[in-house]
């Protein structure tokens, strides 16, 4: 998986994601979450999200790798870690004042499904703290290998904030972070030497040639955001509960 590779590690310290801690550190500061909130970091690979905010919140981290939960403990002793998928999280309703997901939506095959999922374990007006790849012009033109990881199921912003409204999730920040992404490609390349020699680290040449030839012709963006889970249900007009 792209995610895994020496190469992205190299390029990203570790971290796996544009932005870096420092992204981490503005949505939590956006969020005004309280010392001591209960935090589920979805997708919390190595941990490195879950160690910045172990020391003011009761965190929580789940990751389908036991590899990735292995280091994820080692750098956050005190969290509670659980292997399990994003789209069946074994989670009690209305548990969470807060959920952060960082590059977990474009892994899935299912985001609507992880989207619902998220909504049903945060209690009413608990926040939602999201980043992730988006795609600026609606699809790729041309099919990307399966190993190309978050960029397979990269969809356009608007079509996640729809499905967030769609949950009566209300949307209280917004905003991109391409040049996080841009800056992050430029470290790729003066590590790797160019983008098609990073895709070569763990692709064919052949493979890699098809991604790059993608990413060209439809460069993907990077955004953050914030969503609140409404207290009351539009829909329904009643109290979740």
């Known amino acids: 998986m792209l995610y895994r590779t020496p190469a992205l590690e190299q390029g990203t310290?570790?971290?796996?994601?544009?932005?870096?801690l420092e992204l981490t550190s503005t949505l939590v500061a956006?969020?005004?979450?309280?010392p001591g909130a209960r935090l589920l970091d979805l997708g919390c690979g190595p941990g490195h999200s879950l160690a910045l905010l172990s020391d003011s919140f009761r965190v929580t981290g789940l990751d389908a790798s036991e590899a990735m939960l292995i280091q994820a403990?080692?750098?956050?002793?005190?969290?509670?870690l659980i292997q399990a998928r994003a789209e069946a999280l074994p989670l009690q309703d209305s548990s969470f004042d807060g959920v952060l997901a960082e590059c977990v939506l474009s892994l899935c095959?299912?985001?609507e499904t992880v989207l619902t999922g998220i909504h049903r374990i945060l209690r009413p007006g608990g926040c939602l703290l999201l980043s992730d790849l988006y795609l600026k012009n609606g699809t790729f033109s041309c099919a990307l290998p399966k190993e190309a990881?978050?960029?397979?199921?990269?969809?356009?912003?608007?079509?996640?904030?729809?499905?967030?409204?769609?949950?009566?999730?209300?949307?209280l920040?917004?905003?991109?972070?391409?040049r996080a992404l841009m800056q992050l490609?430029?470290?790729?390349?003066?590590?790797?030497?160019s983008l098609e020699a990073f895709w070569q680290t763990f692709l064919d040449d052949s493979s890699a040639r098809q991604a790059c030839s993608a990413v060209r012709s439809t460069p993907p963006g990077?955004?953050?955001?914030?969503a609140r889970k409404q207290a009351i249900c539009k829909r329904g007009n009643t109290h979740d509960r």
């Open 13 to 20: 310290g570790g971290m796996l994601r544009p932005g870096g």
């Open 30 to 34: 956006q969020s005004g979450l309280a």
């Open 73 to 80: 403990g080692v750098r956050a002793a005190k969290a509670t």
């Open 109 to 111: 095959a299912q985001p």
């Open 149 to 171: 990881g978050c960029l397979l199921h990269a969809a356009p912003l608007e079509a996640t904030i729809a499905a967030l409204t769609h949950l009566d999730f209300e949307i």
């Open 173 to 178: 920040y917004c905003q991109d972070q391409s």
């Open 185 to 193: 490609a430029g470290q790729l390349i003066f590590d790797q030497g």
């Open 222 to 226: 990077y955004f953050a955001l914030l």
